[in-house]
């Protein structure tokens, strides 16, 4: 079972196998969805992409008549129909398969394990849903047209697919860059870690975000995870934490939910850091893949507005950070510079404050010896601050590499605006003080966590 | 001082004291801004504006020369010339003066408080920089152009501008019912139990939210509070929780920010219901303006997707609410129904729901006596949901105008299609399971206030 995924995420060529004809609701099995696969496929994928129509006279009706051998499969059909294809395509040497549809009983699932240990195939879900994502090669096996995420160093396992679906909308509306995205389904042989293995070596991939109801072989999942949190964070969302909600998660995807405070134990020790919602899961994420970590706990919040730097102020003490206190030497240059600005963390700029003065002071605050990360705040309405005066903080940024600078771009529309420039850049932007304090906080757990573990071979 | 101030709000006329040639930024006093409030109140005001110019030759350059007297005045100048406006107002007969600008020394405050004794005027402010909306009337004394909420149930009191500003953006952005908005400043007399008896009486509000740094006379306040919470919800922020921030807080708006647990037991004893930041202020505050109270804890949820459902209980569960145990009745009417759906709570009602199966569950759910809420999740992407049909929800739920009922259109792209058909209605929608689990139990915590207050006099 330790064989290589790597053509789950890197195939020259897919077969696509499903049916112009079957149609059966509840699994997912219909001849749009199986179009609307052929359609981002042929448009994002830069591979091979071979169309397989079990019920078609005229294209390929099996892949047993392909000249060629595809490096992965695709198959679409309901459980019977899937099975007799992950035969066939194990016959014909096709080594990865991804099962997108769901409706499987227990006993067609393992038939579908005794395949693959027969043939030494790898096999992606049942009920995966939406299958597998690659940004780089355009793979895309999703059945929503179009729906495609930016390249970045994000890459997400969802055993759920709406968890996934969700996230995957998410990511995609809000500019997200993602590395690989996969939905694990019913994991009766691809598993979380045979994933984690693999991403850990990939260079695209600087952050791993999963989603589980359940794990098995809960030790062997800790080693795999102390071995990946070693290179790069993962971040963990667990559903399914109360009684009523694990057995949902159990008629949902067939696994068992254990225990929360189990679950707990166990990210702990594996270094997991665990998130309490699918927000939080994408907002620190998103920290990971574009700023250094927190090497300290002494944060600095430089805003043009007093009241959400008093709320941001609550927020890193809430979130076990701390006030960084500036140098004496900063806070004279800040003060004889800027007439009307007081110096003191959380530095008030007051509401004329442009990109001239974000820039100094946020040199001088990046530059202090006292200062190990920094959360600005930025509000258009009630002040003269445009939303290009954002390139001056993306600058200043970018001369200390050692130091994370996260954004809130204060309120609704003046968040839209100032995200609109920022989504492009290094820096992470977030509509609350409170989701920049917990993306600032994971960045510091995990530095501590990669401390931790190195020293601890 | 416990002059009526009915006309901070509901003023027939309205003088908008200013200049178009004194700027002096870090006060805000600007030409533009000055421009800024006359076209917003041109705009929007449906009494009459009158526009005094204190240098101008041509039109009014004093009260003094008005042949009748403005029942509010809005004065727009640096601390100096503001406190000679207020003297000249007092001397015409106008009771309701607003102090925008900031900057104000200690004696120039006591200074204000002084005059506003010796002609019984009231003062909101100074530094409230947007100083006043009122959505029925159509006031707006803010400076930011065309900035105006619509009509709805809640009502706003900030003692900062920035998170004024901020709640306010949010709520222009995401179409939020406000009806009165007030920027309360320096608070050198016009103070929140003011506002909070107006409020109290007033028939637009349904809700009232309040972000405070400090609070005078505490005790006073609590009773004052206790009185309103006989007849609508009152929900805080408290901003300041740290040494440091409460530090920050004093030099902000001058005012004296208590000890964290000290509020924490004044909000309980006033039957104040405390949030934990901004965005859940209003996304509560929503929830109370369009649904009714949640009279037991037992909460059903109905989905589309499998996942989110999970973690929805979960987030039910985590804010102290219960995930209802359907009746045998209610279980089997859904099952003979809909084939393939498992009518344990949370309900999956599988990827192909659309309208009518959600209109049919739903009806049977909200007539359920074991069942005290609801909370709907709906999909788009990987699912047949499409956003008209969430109007199936808004239908149902007015048959049951006793239990509460709120939507989580999941994802980004998702959530703003199906929000977009929502926000004119009377379902509260939320981005995430966990913000519409927090509503909810709002809606529990304040019905049980009312039980408690009401019984208690």
Known sequence: MSMD??????????????STK?????????????????????????????????E????????????????LAVIMLPPKESIEQVNICAEK?????????????????????????????????????MGVLNTVNGLNTTFERDLMPKNGGIAVISQSGGVGAYLLDWACYNNIGVSKFVFMGDKIDINDMDVLRYLK??????????????????????????????KKPILALKGGITEESALRAKSHTASIAGSDIIFNAAFKKAG???????????NTATAFSKQPLLKGDRIAIVSNVGGPAILAADAITRNGLKLATLSERTRKEIESRHPGVEAINPIDLIADARAERYEHVLDLVLSDPNVDGVMVINMLKSCFFKPEDVRAI????????????????????????????LKETEIPAFNLPEKAAKALKALRTYYEIKQKFSSNY
């Open 22 to 54: 079957i149609r059966e609701k509840v699994g997912m099995t219909s001849p749009e969805l199986f179009e609307n696969v052929i359609y981002n496929m042929k448009k994002f994928f830069k591979g091979e992409t071979i169309v397989v129509d079990i």
């Open 93 to 129: 040497g096709i080594k990865v398969l991804v099962l997108i549809t769901g409706g499987y009983k227990d006993n067609q699932r393992e038939k579908l394990k005794e395949i693959a240990l027969e043939y030494g195939v790898r096999i992606l879900g049942p009920n995966t849903i």
């Open 394 to 421: 993306v600058k200043i940024s970018k001369k200390y590499p050692e130091k994370p600078v996260v954004d809130v771009p204060a309120g609704g529309e003046d968040f839209a605006k100032v995200y609109a420039v």
């Open 201 to 230: 070596d990939d260079e695209e991939t600087r952050v791993i975000c999963i989603y589980m109801e359940g794990i098995e072989k809960g030790r062997e999942f800790i080693e795999v995870a102390r071995e990946v949190v070693k």
């Open 5 to 18: 995924i790597k053509n789950l995420f890197e195939p020259k060529s897919v077969a696509l196998i499903g």
């Open 272 to 282: 997991i850091i665990r998130v309490a919602d699918m927000e939080e899961l994408l």
């Open 56 to 71: 078609s006279k005229k294209e390929y009706a099996s892949v047993t008549e392909l000249s060629t051998t595809p490096e």
